[in-house]
Nanobody
Framework: QVRLVESGGGLVQAGGSLRLSCAAS????????MGWYRQVSGQPRELVAT???????NYADSVKGRFMISSDNAKNTVYLQMNRLKPEDTAVYFC?????????????????WGQGTQVTVSS
């Protein structure tokens, strides 16, 4: 059983910073990519940033230059450093793990989501 556990959300003033962490646990053989998405109530979930096992990154235009994604492949952990936060960054942030191969099922890839962590930026 693979599980993603997020931490680091909270309330911050505009212009401030937060760092999100997400650790994947379970008998994991490999993960192709991990990332962060966010969702505002009533709106579709949207990409924030992703990082592959080879450290290729992709960012939404709205966060480029302010957010930085990084990972520790040995710990199956992904981080999102969020700087110069804006009120429009307020959302529930979800961690994702894509192309996960579990040790118990080496020929099958699965995608997983975390439970979400609230980020609120006050003006």
């Amino acid at each position: 059983q693979v599980r993603l556990v997020e931490s680091g959300g909270g309330l911050v003033q505009a212009g401030g910073s937060l760092r999100l962490s997400c650790a994947a646990s379970g008998s994991i053989f490999s993960i192709k990519a991990m990332g962060w998405y966010r969702q505002v109530s009533g709106q579709p979930r949207e990409l924030v940033a992703t990082i592959t096992s080879g450290d290729d990154t992709n960012y939404a235009d709205s966060v480029k230059g302010r957010f930085m994604i990084s990972s520790d492949n040995a710990k199956n952990t992904v981080y999102l450093q969020m700087n110069r936060l804006k009120p429009e960054d307020t959302a529930v942030y979800f961690c994702s793990a894509e192309g996960v191969i579990a040790a118990a099922a080496p020929h099958i890839e699965y995608d997983y989501w975390g439970q979400g962590t609230q980020v609120t930026v006050s003006s």
